[in-house]
């Protein structure tokens, strides 16, 4: 266990509680079973690592990697009794989905050693754990997106602008320090290289395009025990999806193409939606709030689109991935009959400058989002506004 203490404070000597991602006061850090999903690369470890040298007892804390090799030859709950046995309280734990039987040790730990709070880190594909132990009635879950735009801001000019509701943004009401940085200059930065906490790391795209392949190659194969031929038969399905998006579904044409069957494509289009390499876009049914079939599918976030496809990315495709991208965060997003988006009965269509009120008139309540203008003018609203939703 020495060796597990000594990784762990080395970490903790190089993590930085300058920038915290906003996920972190929303938590409830007493509860007993903490899961935090998301994608690879949006700053997981980082949030937990902060927390720990912000408020923790270091004396009653252990930071562990799942994947380490101490985990070749111990068990997690036999970890955790020794560690709590030493007068630990709270364990932490990275990269859980790379144990085999987490969820089982993860309950005996929860129902045997009561008095220690874990707090685990994993890919947001282990929503689709099926079989193992049932954690859902003993975990509090939260979910880490990238970067939002408002974040994006305060961690690269050093600000520390607020957040705001979706009825804020719409009534104007986004304070914007312009007489320092026009918006839509760092707007544009962000589109391309924003979404990560890592932008300003060389070789930005290069890096994530390194972190998708690791997803589909390792994260989701791993997962779903898929073997080889699956594995290349998934990164074949991304590449498909990366030059057409936004795509309407055509699973015949894909089975046919990607020489996939009919029964496997669904299973493989969820994988890489719960795994954050893409959204889902469905309607909902009428007068109830369900989900039904799925309208569109898009990249993640731009920054996908910019790594992933041949040729420079559709700019009406990048409105409506940065506008979708944020607002699933926090709120239900669905297609609108009559536009692009509808969320909580409000009609949103996504465009450019010259785009007009003709696709919205017949809409109760309708917004024209535009990518290309500073300020609110009556129900036009500037698409970057809505990167401060979160």
């Known amino acids: ?63 562990v990697t799942a994947d380490d090799f101490y985990f070749t030859t111990h068990r997690l709950f036999d970890l955790a009794f020794q560690f709590f046995s030493s007068g630990g309280k709270r364990l932490y734990i990275d990269e859980i989905h790379k144990y085999k039987g987490w969820s089982r040790e993860l309950k005996n730990i929860y129902d045997q050693i009561p008095e220690l709070n874990v707090v685990y880190i994993g890919s947001s594909v282990l929503d689709l754990e099926k079989g193992g132990a049932d954690l859902s009635r003993r975990k509090v ?13 305060n961690l690269s000019q050093g600000w520390n602008l607020p957040s705001y509701s979706l009825d804020e943004i719409l009534s104007g009401k986004v304070d914007f320090p312009s007489e320092e940085e026009r918006p839509l200059k760092l707007f544009k930065e962000y589109l391309a290289v ?20 690791q997803m589909v190659e390792s994260d989701i194969p791993i997962f779903a ?19 057409s998006v936004p795509f309407k579904p055509n699973y015949a044409k894909l089975e046919r193409d990607l020489e996939i069957s009919r029964n496997t494509l669904p299973d493989y289009v969820n994988y890489l939606e719960k795994a954050g390499i893409i959204n889902l876009l469905r309607e909902r049914v009428q007068g109830m709030k369900l989900l039904e079939k799925v309208e569109k599918i898009y990249l993640n976030n731009t920054n996908m689109a910019y790594a992933l496809s041949d040729a420079t990315p559709d700019i009406g495709n990048i409105r409506e991935t940065v506008f979708f991208s ?58 970057w506004m809505f990167g401060f939703v979160y």
């Open 326 to 383: 944020w607002m699933r965060v926090g709120y239900f997003v669905t297609s609108s009959s009559i536009s692009d988006f509808e969320i909580d009965g409000r009609t949103f269509e996504v465009g450019g400058k010259n785009k007009t009120q003709r696709q919205i008139k017949q809409a109760k309540e309708g917004y024209v989002v535009k990518d290309d203008i500073e300020y609110v003018y009556q129900n036009t609203i500037p698409l």
């Open 194 to 213: 924003g979404y990560y906490p890592f932008f300003r790391e060389t070789e930005y795209h290069l890096r994530l395009r390194s972190i998708i392949a």
């Open 141 to 153: 879950e939260y979910k880490l997106p990238g970067l939002s735009f408002r974040e994006f801001v």
């Open 225 to 243: 025990d898929m073997n080889v031929a699956s594995s290349v038969k998934l990164k074949k399905l991304l590449y498909a999806l990366a030059q």
């Open 1 to 63: 266990m020495e060796t597990l203490y000594r990784t762990f404070k080395l970490q903790l000597e190089h993590t930085s509680t300058t920038f915290v991602r906003f996920l972190h006061d929303r938590i409830a850090w007493n509860s007993r079973l903490i899961a935090v999903l998301g994608a690879r690369g949006v700053g997981k470890t980082t949030l937990l690592l902060q927390h720990i040298k912000l408020y923790d007892n270091l004396d009653e804390v252990l930071f």
